[in-house]
């Protein structure tokens, strides 16, 4: 089982090296897309949005689209097409060896599942007779919003659903580690960690939420009318727009020392998520983008995934450590893969403060925390029994060095 899964974390370093050169590029197009029905043609556009999985240990990035459903399990040299021709899809998300998408057809909005990636069944529970609009999963438990009665909860893959009395017209549903997000049109945003039992209403002035992301202790959301962002648990909201000539956020992504952000219209902008002018003054990111329309985005590695009106697009950011220096004696994780404990291990020079930071396969900023170094060897315990199953990669910075390293969870 270590074998297969230290092979898993290979395959997504493979996906991660897809664009060399440091601009966009549209991994549709030159590759040819083969349909289950046997006819080949290119992966379809628009795309509503993206998702990894690692499903049979195997890691997969999923282009849900208008018109179908699309896979690739190498890097986009090719593409599957796993989903209902008549289908608008919405997302995919997994929960521990079961795959689920929420997809628009002519009988409604339904609940698909599946165990290998290619064979999909609606035969789950019934869900509610409200209009569906987002899922989630936090590897525990499943999560479908309701355009306006709230949100349902499954705890064994669908075949039974509770209503959850929560977050009424929400627009979107997020998973960042175990912990839930909710958020409305009227702009309030909840918050769970305990699998949707409670929430948390941590409020914002920003109406109709549409992304979020964790950067450190700061929760910043994506709206129609920008970012918004809040560092001291929903008390105060501040608006984080400076030259952000963009509107309506699909997507906000931490990656190394940057968080960019997708719009519909504008392309994707980033701006530096360290330091003290942190999330404060953006820029454009569109280098030979060839559609502005970006409905999502994620990161896989180093590399950016934009899904488009006209495709999927890549950016190969540069910044993951080599795995030569991630041979290096001076820092490691053990066990790993790890169960339910890690613990970094760092030799220092000096005594120094610093930050440690895991992010998920796609990019997502899962946990932080301060730490103090001393001179010597320093350890470091790292909360793995608060993740779910899959490759994370832990990123420590003392003063001014940086290191990362990739682990994997394993149950």
Same mark, same amino acid.
């Not at 499903?55 to 699309?70: M, P």
């Not at 409905?295 to 795995?323: E, H, K, P, R």
């Given at each position: 089982?270590? @074998?297969?899964?230290?092979?898993?974390?290979?395959?997504?370093?493979?996906?991660?090296?897809?664009?060399?050169?440091?601009?966009?590029? $549209?991994?549709?197009?030159?590759?040819?897309?083969?349909?289950?029905?046997?006819?080949?043609?290119?992966?379809?556009?628009?795309?509503?949005?993206?998702?990894?999985?690692?499903?049979?240990?195997?890691?997969?990035?999923? =282009?849900?689209?208008?018109?179908?459903?699309?896979?690739?399990?190498?890097?986009?040299?090719?593409?599957?097409?796993?989903?209902?021709?008549?289908?608008?899809?919405?997302?995919?998300?997994?929960?521990?060896?079961?795959?689920?998408?929420?997809?628009?057809?002519?009988? =409604?909005?339904?609940?698909?599942?599946? &165990?290998?990636?290619?064979?999909?069944? @609606? &035969? $789950?529970?019934?869900? @509610?007779?409200?209009?569906?609009?987002?899922?989630?999963?936090?590897?525990?438990?499943?999560?479908?919003?309701?355009?306006?009665?709230?949100?349902?909860?499954?705890?064994?893959?669908?075949?039974?659903?509770?209503?959850?009395?929560?977050? /009424?017209?929400?627009?979107?549903?997020?998973?960042?580690?175990?912990?839930?997000?909710?958020?409305?049109?009227?702009?309030?945003?909840?918050?769970?960690?305990?699998?949707?039992? &409670?929430?948390?209403?941590?409020?914002?002035?920003?109406?109709?939420?549409?992304?979020?992301?964790?950067?450190?202790?700061?929760?910043?959301?994506?709206?129609?009318?920008?970012?918004?962002?809040?560092?001291?648990? +929903?008390?105060?909201?501040?608006?984080?727009?400076?030259?952000?000539?963009?509107?309506?956020?699909?997507?906000?992504? /931490?990656?190394?020392?940057?968080?960019?952000?997708?719009?519909?219209?504008? +392309?994707?902008?980033?701006?530096?998520?360290? =330091?003290?002018?942190?999330?404060?003054?953006?820029?454009?990111?569109?280098?030979?983008?060839?559609?502005?329309?970006?409905?999502?985005?994620? $990161?896989?590695?180093?590399?950016?995934?934009?899904?488009?009106?006209?495709?999927?697009? &890549?950016?190969?950011?540069?910044?993951?450590?080599?795995?030569?220096?991630?041979?290096?004696?001076?820092?490691?994780?053990?066990?790993?893969?790890?169960?339910?404990?890690?613990?970094?291990?760092?030799?220092?020079?000096?005594?120094?403060?610093?930050?440690?930071?895991?992010?998920?396969?796609?990019?997502? @900023?899962?946990?932080?925390?301060?730490?103090?170094?001393?001179?010597?060897?320093?350890?470091?315990?790292?909360?793995?029994?608060? $993740?779910?199953?899959?490759?994370?990669?832990?990123?420590?910075?003392?003063?001014?060095?940086?290191?990362?390293?990739?682990?994997?969870?394993?149950?």
């Amino acid at each position: 089982m270590i @074998t297969s899964l230290l092979r898993s974390a290979a395959l997504m370093l493979a996906v991660a090296t897809v664009a060399a050169s440091a601009q966009w590029q $549209l991994v549709n197009t030159p590759f040819t897309l083969r349909d289950l029905s046997a006819s080949t043609t290119r992966l379809e556009a628009p795309i509503n949005s993206l998702s990894l999985t690692n499903l049979n240990n195997t890691t997969t990035l999923w =282009g849900a689209g208008k018109t179908n459903l699309f896979r690739t399990r190498n890097g986009a040299q090719s593409w599957d097409s796993a989903g209902l021709k008549t289908a608008n899809f919405i997302r995919v998300v997994q929960r521990g060896s079961t795959l689920f998408t929420l997809a628009k057809t002519s009988a =409604g909005t339904m609940v698909y599942s599946s &165990t290998d990636g290619q064979i999909w069944v @609606t &035969t $789950l529970g019934q869900v @509610t007779d409200d209009e569906l609009t987002d899922i989630t999963s936090n590897g525990r438990v499943i999560m479908i919003a309701g355009k306006t009665k709230g949100l349902y909860k499954s705890d064994n893959n669908g075949d039974t659903w509770r209503f959850v009395d929560v977050a /009424q017209n929400c627009t979107m549903l997020r998973s960042i580690g175990s912990t839930i997000y909710a958020g409305t049109t009227e702009g309030y945003l909840f918050r769970s960690s305990d699998d949707g039992g &409670t929430w948390e209403n941590l409020g914002c002035t920003c109406a109709n939420i549409t992304c979020i992301t964790t950067v450190g202790n700061s929760i910043v959301v994506g709206t129609p009318a920008g970012v918004c962002l809040t560092t001291n648990g +929903g008390e105060t909201w501040l608006h984080r727009n400076n030259n952000l000539f963009a509107q309506h956020i699909t997507a906000l992504v /931490q990656a190394g020392d940057w968080l960019y952000a997708a719009s519909a219209g504008q +392309g994707v902008w980033r701006t530096l998520a360290v =330091g003290s002018n942190r999330i404060n003054q953006w820029q454009p990111f569109n280098s030979s983008l060839g559609n502005l329309m970006v409905s999502d985005m994620v $990161l896989a590695g180093n590399t950016l995934w934009a899904g488009t009106q006209n495709g999927i697009y &890549t950016f190969n950011l540069g910044f993951t450590v080599s795995v030569e220096d991630e041979q290096s004696d001076a820092l490691s994780i053990a066990p790993n893969p790890a169960t339910d404990a890690a613990v970094m291990s760092i030799s220092t020079e000096s005594a120094s403060t610093g930050s440690i930071s895991i992010t998920d396969i796609s990019g997502t @900023t899962v946990h932080t925390q301060s730490i103090t170094s001393a001179e010597g060897v320093n350890s470091f315990t790292l909360p793995v029994a608060q $993740l779910s199953s899959g490759m994370y990669v832990a990123r420590i910075t003392l003063g001014a060095t940086t290191a990362v390293r990739r682990f994997v969870v394993a149950r």
